[in-house]
């Protein structure tokens, strides 16, 4: 049943925020085990868009459906990674303590964590291969590991989504290539959606994209060329290629101009 019908449906979508028209005719609809990249010029709705999914923002009109249900009703269902650090980073808290977290809500224990709620926060941790680090002060770990222990968090809920906003903002270039090798196997198991202003990410790892610029287009991965790019940023744009050496090129394997 889960292949079959989407994650995710957005149908005659638009939003406004006061006068300010954010989403226009959103129509897309994200199916079991896709991999999508939302790019696109900051300010152009992203995060209105995975907002919208999360059941943060509701629309000004057309309709929203997330496993079947409504978002708010699937939000339990949703894992979510933020792309900002939400703590602080001098709070002495342990690698387990924050993945802990995810579980709040799931437990019928008051002020205690169930065995159920431990076993899922192991499992997460051995996902992301953080378990080593499970007793480490959230605060001393690189950005690259905070985001795994973040992602961690979110898989301790047993999402069938997995959201993120701009998850490599924080993350030095060089760990960048192993971080997206994990959101790659993650995959294999559950739905994820992404913004991304990384285009060479969205070349190599994602199955298809989603141009947003009020207006959405979705592409799959290979169909992407160095046009489509120039249109929806409104000029050129150089993309990255996770090669130890490489020239930028486009998806047919241009160089970008």
Same mark, same amino acid.
């Given at each position: 049943?889960?292949?079959?019908?989407?994650?995710?449906?957005?149908?005659?979508?638009?939003?406004?925020?006061?006068?300010?028209?954010?989403?226009?005719?959103?129509?897309?609809?994200?199916?079991?085990?896709?991999?999508?990249?939302?790019?696109?010029?900051?300010?152009?709705?992203?995060?209105?868009?995975?907002?919208?999914?999360?059941?943060?923002?509701?629309?000004?009109?057309?309709?929203?459906?997330?496993?079947?249900?409504?978002?708010?009703?699937?939000?339990?269902?949703?894992?979510?990674?933020?792309?900002?650090?939400?703590?602080?980073?001098?709070?002495?808290?342990?690698?387990?303590?924050?993945?802990?977290?995810?579980?709040?809500?799931?437990?019928?224990?008051?002020?205690?964590?169930?065995?159920?709620?431990?076993?899922?926060? $192991? /499992?997460?941790?051995?996902?992301?291969? =953080?378990?080593?680090? @499970?007793?480490?002060?959230?605060?001393?770990? %690189?950005? &690259?590991?905070?985001?795994?222990?973040?992602?961690?968090?979110?898989?301790?809920?047993?999402?069938?989504?997995?959201?993120?906003?701009?998850?490599?903002?924080?993350?030095?270039?060089?760990?960048?290539?192993?971080?997206?090798?994990?959101?790659?196997?993650?995959?294999?198991?559950?739905?994820?959606?992404?913004?991304?202003?990384?285009?060479?990410?969205?070349?190599?790892?994602?199955?298809?994209?989603?141009?947003?610029?009020?207006?959405?287009?979705?592409?799959?991965?290979?169909?992407?060329?160095?046009?489509?790019?120039? $249109? /929806?940023?409104?000029?050129?744009?150089? =993309?990255?290629?996770? @090669?130890?050496?490489?020239?930028?090129?486009? %998806?047919? &394997?241009?160089?970008?101009?």
């Amino acid at each position: 049943m889960k292949n079959k019908l989407p994650v995710v449906v957005f149908k005659d979508v638009n939003f406004k925020y006061k006068e300010v028209e954010v989403l226009k005719d959103i129509n897309i609809n994200i199916n079991f085990r896709d991999f999508l990249g939302v790019v696109g010029p900051n300010g152009c709705g992203k995060t209105t868009f995975l907002k919208m999914i999360l059941g943060l923002i509701e629309p000004d009109s057309g309709r929203v459906k997330v496993l079947g249900l409504t978002p708010k009703q699937a939000r339990k269902k949703i894992g979510y990674v933020s792309q900002y650090l939400e703590s602080d980073l001098s709070f002495p808290l342990n690698v387990i303590d924050v993945v802990l977290m995810g579980r709040i809500g799931f437990s019928y224990f008051a002020f205690k964590y169930s065995k159920r709620d431990k076993e899922m926060v $192991e /499992l997460a941790l051995d996902e992301v291969e =953080m378990n080593n680090l @499970k007793n480490r002060k959230f605060g001393n770990l %690189s950005g &690259g590991q905070r985001k795994r222990v973040l992602i961690a968090r979110a898989l301790a809920t047993e999402p069938e989504l997995l959201i993120m906003d701009e998850p490599t903002e924080s993350i030095d270039i060089k760990v960048r290539q192993d971080f997206y090798e994990l959101l790659k196997r993650l995959n294999e198991k559950i739905t994820i959606v992404i913004s991304s202003h990384d285009l060479g990410f969205v070349s190599s790892y994602v199955n298809h994209v989603a141009c947003l610029n009020r207006t959405i287009t979705c592409h799959p991965t290979k169909a992407l060329t160095g046009k489509m790019i120039e $249109e /929806l940023y409104n000029g050129s744009i150089r =993309m990255v290629e996770h @090669k130890t050496s490489c020239h930028p090129r486009d %998806s047919n &394997g241009k160089l970008y101009d």
